[in-house]
């Protein structure tokens, strides 16, 4: 079982940046690959980024490649996603999750945090 937890949110400018943190509970949770993923409203559930257990293999949405970079510690069991040049469409609800191996679709992923808002303001 894990439990995960987001922080960070919050309102921003476009350009700027937002270092969002979910800290996890669970002593496996260095063998679960770890994925952020944003809800806007009104919209499906999508895929921004995924890390595998190792840190080796990382995944991106195209539309966030370059801009964000997401990372983990697994001694502070805790993974990252840092935020850069926020655009106002970058705007939704953002969850971390939990799976087994590394992946982009959500249905792979069988934790989820409660989510936490960013909101980027033109």
């Known amino acids: 079982q894990v439990q995960l937890v987001e922080s960070g949110g919050g309102l921003v400018q476009a350009g700027g940046s937002l270092r969002l943190s979910c800290a996890a509970s669970?002593?496996?949770?260095?063998?679960?690959?770890m994925g952020w993923f944003r809800q806007a409203p009104g919209k499906e559930r999508e895929f921004v980024a995924a890390?595998?257990?190792?840190?080796?293999?990382?995944l991106y949405a195209d539309s966030v490649k370059g801009r964000f970079t997401i990372s983990r510690d697994n001694a502070k069991i805790t993974v990252y996603l840092q935020m850069s040049s926020l655009k106002p469409e970058d705007t939704a609800v953002y969850y971390c999750?939990?799976?087994?191996?590394?992946?982009?679709?959500?249905?792979?992923?069988?934790?989820w945090g409660q989510g936490t808002q960013v909101t980027v303001s033109s």
């Open positions: 669970g002593r496996t949770f260095s063998s679960y690959a």
């Open positions: 890390i595998s257990w190792s840190a080796a293999n990382i």
């Open positions: 999750a939990a799976s087994r191996s590394l992946a982009s679709d959500r249905w792979s992923y069988s934790y």
